[in-house]
């Protein structure tokens, strides 16, 4: 009789968790919410070729000015003839990659400097604690506008400043979870079973570490589109990368509402809205497949 | 001797996607005013989901699916929520397996102590405080630490607070389910020796719930030998450790490694699973004495000797 | 003399506790205080180290298996100092002190499969040239500790019982084999039914592969049951040592006696005669007294001499230390 000593349990963790997240209708609705931005953000460059025969969606006057929403510009058009709607999807891509961008670095900064402070103790955590609590202190939104106001900045820049004010709280919840971990009995283990502290983070930490590491991420990702979109409510930030928040603060510049294209500050907000609805939905609804698993696996 | 409170064929089961767990799959029992009753058996054997089920705790995916709880002459199943508030903590106490690591850290013992009297009973702020401490006093436990915070008191303190808690509005009955596991062998003999107390000079009813037979021996008036489910024996503690009359009863006795006892035998197998409970009688797959009736039958509860009841078939003829 | 097989030299732990992470804080914990005992090498033998919680009995355990570092004092292990053994011969040293924790579920990384543990300590440890012989040693392993291999191989942590996680924990320890088990409080969190199986195994390694254990407790009970030899610890300091069968019998340090006369014993007639003053078990002063005895608040019998001085650990009979003033003349 072949016994099954395989024991890559990743595989099948991963296909029991789908099974079990079909039961959170938080998770499956911030998901398919999630998917469907994603998926717009995604094809926006189609959409927009086929919508506007090739044209580029921030060209001035394509259209005639404000029209009313209509079946061939479902979100009318704005001041300058432009259509509303394919400027929103254009805003959404750009917001979607600088958030993805930013809260990804700062996920991974969060991650190695949350994991090495714990996991090695002693005084390397004491600096790196006080430096991640220090930078927490920190007056972020006058910094960042700062720094934005006077240097010269692409997309990696944007998301690398933005990232640095955001890593804390993914170091923060990281480290909790890697010291609460630490002692386990099982990590001891493995130290007994002469694994190197390497093997030990990436083979036994980390697996524990996931459920944490995408919520950081989802909270990084909305942390940095909201502090990029207040800085464009100031006005600054690159043109060049017309995200939703730099669509919503021209707007507001230009006195949209006051003459009346709703559309052109309504869309750019309720996406936003959207995409930080969509990531706390995927978040609390992570929360209630782990808990009340590891409750029924652990509580008897 | 009254009966405090009845509990005839009750039944909690947990539905999963392999079927009903069958945690508790039957049972009746008494137990008698200002007594020490003590359940006993190994884990999985079903006495927490007992417990569950006699205080209506019982949580989906388990549900009750039979049976009666008669405390004081009110089932306890039946009466609507509201009543059972009333009834709990006032008239029935639980401290559950591990309470005293569910203290609220940041909150004073104090505060936490009114805070679960003033949950189930109305009463002015003041005479709740005089309740808490005096509930303190009868546990031990001296007047600075109701100004405390839990992470200050030690296992055993922290577990006495939980039984001043328990106690606090004087019920009649206290349910306890693994008083003492994590706690020190000399706090453990303090615990225990509180509950027996309770029944002493509280006139108090306890139910101690107990994978430790030990302990039972030393604190019990009576006890019920839990199995599979179901109650195997009931009986007087001295008539139960002198003459065991079931043979898992006796296995779990000879189990129990104890200075001076050089032969300490184990029961061989495993416990069966509450998925699948064997045929007939549940412990016959174990038993050495099993033949093709215990293979197939489930013998009734019979009483051997007075208050000595059992369920083996090999106590089949006896009145 | 031989060299014995493990000796702790004044092994002294002190954990500083307190704001700023500890590294800041004076207030100090002194976990384990100028501890010594040894284990012999010509014979294995079972040693039971019994104390309550916060007597330092997990952190001594910690410090043999390199896990934390004494503060002062040595630990040798075949006459080598554990730190060296770690710089020089990691590999050799675990594979000959291994550990059995007490918690029989969070000994396993809970997304993985229990098979896991045992692949990878036979890789690891380079116990199998193939898979093919891994898998062997792993049935036979199993069954040997009366397990069954179909039942259990590819399952998770949180579908076994504990006391079959618990005797997993023995099929690893049979496959690497140790010279020495360091095992802090092994049955403690499984049923008392069970225990004595559980014990059985440690006696089998014992007598038949000749494997030495520190048998971590608190329960005098279990420690009766296998033990060779006896060390009670008190806050931190030995107390009292001996033969088993002699410091169960005669037990001379008022806590050794306290902690017999607490059993349980599983007998109605032979119930605890008076009831345990609770008060004075328990101390608000997490951080002990620095002078005295380390048993005087709770002694009986302490006299000023046991608040001023700690007594000396001295041999009162042939065999047999004890730290009191009752017995120095």
């Known amino acids: ?300 | 001797m009254k009966s405090l409170l009845q509990v005839k064929d009750l039944k909690v089961y947990y539905k999963s996607i392999w079927g009903d767990f069958k945690s508790v799959d039957g049972v009746t029992f008494e137990v008698y005013e200002n007594e020490v009753f003590g359940i006993a058996g190994e884990s999985g054997c079903g006495k927490s989901s007992l417990v569950d089920g006699i205080l209506r705790l019982v949580a989906p995916p388990g549900y009750i699916a039979g049976g009666e709880v008669i405390f004081e002459g009110v089932d306890l199943l039946k009466i609507p929520e509201k009543e059972l508030r009333r009834i709990r903590w006032t008239k029935l106490a639980y401290i559950p397996q591990g309470a005293m690591n569910s203290l609220n850290p940041v909150i004073r013992i104090e505060e936490q102590i009114i805070d679960a009297i003033l949950d189930h009973k109305q009463m002015s702020k003041r005479k709740s405080r005089q309740l808490a401490l005096s509930a303190l006093k009868s546990v031990g436990l001296p007047v600075e630490v109701m100004q405390m915070y839990p992470h200050e008191l030690s296992g055993g303190m922290k577990q006495r607070v939980i039984i001043a808690m328990a106690i606090a509005l004087k019920p009649r009955l206290v349910v306890a389910d693994e008083p003492t596991t994590a706690l020190d062998v000399v706090i453990q003999r303090g615990i225990l020796q509180l509950l027996r107390r309770l029944k002493e000079d509280y006139g108090m009813t306890v139910i101690m719930v107990s994978h430790d037979m030990a302990a039972h021996a030393q604190v019990a008036d009576r006890i019920a030998i839990m199995y599979a489910g179901k109650i195997v024996e009931i009986g007087f503690v001295y008539d139960v450790f002198e003459d065991p009359l079931h043979p898992y009863t006796k296995g779990l006795i000879s189990a129990i490694p104890s200075i001076g006892r050089k032969y300490v035998k184990g029961i061989p197998g495993l416990p069966p699973s509450p998925l699948n409970w064997p045929a007939g009688c549940r412990f016959h797959p174990r038993c050495t004495y099993a033949t093709d009736v215990c293979r197939s039958v489930e013998p009734p509860m019979r009483e051997v000797s007075p208050g000595h009841f059992v369920s083996c078939h090999l106590y089949g003829e006896k009145a | ?329």
Request: charged share 20%; hydrophobic share 45%.
């Open chain 1, 1 to 300: 009789m072949k016994f099954k000593v395989e024991a890559s349990g990743l595989r099948d963790k991963l296909s029991s968790f789908l099974a079990t997240a079909k039961g959170s209708k938080r998770f499956v609705t911030g998901l398919m919410l999630l998917f469907v931005i994603a998926g717009l953000a995604v094809f926006e460059p189609v959409i927009n070729a086929v919508r506007l025969g090739g044209r580029k969606p921030v060209e001035i006057g394509l259209f005639e000015r404000g029209l009313p929403p209509s079946l061939e510009h479902p979100l009318g058009t704005d001041m300058l003839g432009r259509d509303v709607l394919a400027l929103v999807l254009v805003g959404l891509r750009y917001s979607l990659m600088v958030g993805m961008m930013a809260g990804g670095i700062a996920t991974i900064i969060g991650m190695v400097l949350g994991i090495s402070s714990s996991y090695l103790g002693g005084r390397i955590d004491v600096v790196l604690n006080s430096i991640t609590n220090g930078i927490l202190i920190l007056p972020t939104l006058p910094l960042l506008m700062a720094i934005v106001a006077y240097v010269r900045m692409d997309m990696l820049l944007v998301s690398l400043t933005l990232a640095v004010f955001t890593w804390p709280w993914s170091a923060r919840t990281i480290r909790a979870q890697v010291l609460s971990l630490k002692e386990r009995p099982y990590i001891m283990l493995a130290k007994v079973t002469n694994l190197s502290d390497l093997e030990i983070v990436f083979k036994e930490l980390l697996v524990g570490l996931i459920p944490y590491i995408v919520a950081s991420f989802s909270f990084s990702v909305i942390g940095t589109i909201m502090a990029e979109t207040a800085l464009r409510m100031i006005g600054l930030g690159p043109a060049e990368i017309p995200t939703l928040g730099f669509l919503l603060g021209w707007a507001m510049t230009y006195g949209a509402l006051a003459q009346g294209f709703y559309t052109l500050v309504l869309a750019p907000a309720v996406l936003l809205v959207l995409i930080f609805v969509a990531l706390n939905l995927v978040n609390t609804g992570l929360d209630e497949v782990f808990n009340p698993r590891l409750k029924k696996i652990t509580g008897l």
């Open chain 3, 1 to 329: 003399m031989s060299i014995p097989l493990l000796e702790l030299r004044n092994i002294t732990k002190v954990f500083r506790i307190g704001g700023g992470l500890g590294l800041f804080s004076t207030r100090t914990i002194k976990a384990v205080d100028s501890v010594s005992f040894t284990m012999p090498a010509d014979k294995p033998v079972i040693v039971a180290l019994v104390g309550e919680s916060g007597s330092g009995k997990t952190t001594i355990a910690r410090m043999i298996l390199g896990l934390l570092k004494p503060t002062s004092g040595d630990i040798l292990y075949r006459g080598r100092s554990v730190s060296q053994w770690l710089k020089e011969n990691r590999l050799e040293y675990y594979k000959e002190v291994q550990p059995i924790f007490q918690d029989p579920y969070s000994i396993y990384n809970p997304f993985y499969r229990i098979d896991r543990v045992l692949k990878m300590t036979i890789r690891k440890f380079k116990l199998a040239s193939s898979e093919q012989e891994a898998e062997k040693m792993i049935v036979e392993a199993m069954r040997e500790v009366g397990l069954r291999p179909e039942d259990l191989l590819g399952r998770y942590p949180h579908q076994l019982s504990g006391g079959e996680r618990q005797r997993f924990m023995l099929v690893r320890i049979l496959l690497i084999k140790p010279r020495l088990i360091v095992a802090d409080e092994p049955v403690s969190m499984i049923d008392v039914s069970l225990r004595a199986i559980f014990l059985d195994h440690l006696l089998s390694l014992r007598d038949k592969l000749g494997t030495s254990c520190l048998y971590i407790t608190h329960d005098l009970n279990t420690a009766s049951y296998v033990a060779d030899s006896i060390i009670v610890l008190c806050h931190g300091r030995v107390v009292e040592d001996g033969s088993a069968n002699e410091v169960i019998s005669d037990p001379l340090h008022p806590y050794t006696k306290l902690l017999l006369t607490s059993l349980p014993v599983p007998d109605p007639r032979q119930r605890w005669g008076e009831e345990i003053d609770l008060s004075t078990l328990e101390t608000f002063e997490k951080i002990k007294a620095e002078k005295g005895c380390v048993f005087h608040a709770r002694c009986p019998y302490a006299t000023d001499e046991c608040r001023e001085r700690a007594p000396p650990l001295i041999e009162a009979k042939p065999g047999r230390r004890v730290a009191c003033f009752l017995y120095t003349s």
